[in-house]
């Protein structure tokens, strides 16, 4: 239920989206704490990503363990590692053409699943979960860090974490989402759900994790972070503004690179995601892509 939520970015005015509300807002002052406990499970609580994609041959599987609970790994090749993070109910499965990639030149591809995603444990996702897990796969199954991708909120992910082995390394960021709090809450608002019981399931998590939303500044990380990053963006995605990546582009260090027609998940499987990664691994300058 939830991605039919924050995926739904149509932004009109409809009578679903109106009967939402008024179901929603009357349930909240009804029953509050009943309310509450339905709206978390409804909001936080991701699709399993399920999708016919052929795992690439020789790929290994490892659980470790994390404070969200098991986490499913996924490597492929040897050398020194690149790092995949996906976004809300996506899987590392996203990531296999890339992945295949990676390994043929030289490198380990290593992608794990969020809490409560693909194959790893868990009910309920959110941003603090995906910084926490992925903490715990750097920690436990990263030594030599040669860069990262991530794509869709895995890039909010990854700009979060404030883990030493991230520091300086080269990112591949796959349609970012840059404006974290306005997209959640633009989507959301969309949806016709309360913002009223939104916010009161954003307090909790902010409370249980000691992580308020208004902290995340995906730009100031972006502008803060040493090492060359590449972001390769749709112009014509309606889930992650493509605006944010412009904006992003003039930070010293960043690089853009716009597609057309391939929108928010389709760009994963890209020529253009390929050969973004081919230049940003052999430390090619921006020029040259």
Known sequence: MSSKIYFNTKGRVNL???AINVATRAYHRIAPSHARK?????????????????????????????SEGSIMTYSLGSGPTWLLGHG??????????????????GFTAL?????????????????????????AVLEQAVEDLAGVVAHSMGCTM??????????GVPMLLVAPILNYKDNLYRVVEGSGFSLRLFQDVIRAVEQQYQYPIDRVDSHQRLAGHQGHIVIVHDTGDRFALFE??????????????ETSGLGHNRILKSE????????LSNQQTPETY
């Not at 899987?91 to 295949?100: C, I, N």
């Not at 992608?111 to 903490?135: I, M, Q, T, Y």
């Not at 944010?244 to 690179?257: D, F, M, T, W, Y």
């Open 244 to 257: 944010q990546s412009k904006k992003a582009n003039a930070l010293p260090g960043v690089s853009l690179i």
């Open 38 to 66: 339905t709206a978390r499970n409804l909001l936080l609580t991701p699709e399993r990503y399920s999708a016919n994609t052929q795992a690439p041959e020789g790929l290994q599987q490892k659980v470790i363990e994390s």
């Open 16 to 18: 679903r989206r109106r």
């Open 158 to 167: 990854m700009l979060e974490s404030k883990h030493a082995k991230l520091a």
């Open 88 to 105: 809300w109910s996506g899987s590392a499965s996203q990531f296999y053409t890339l992945m295949e990639r990676i390994a043929a030149s």
């Open 272 to 279: 253009s995601l390929l050969r973004a990664f081919d230049a």
């Open 111 to 135: 992608a794990f699943d969020n809490p409560a995603h693909g194959a790893s444990e868990g009910r309920h996702g959110h941003l603090p979960g995906f910084v926490k897990g992925l903490d």
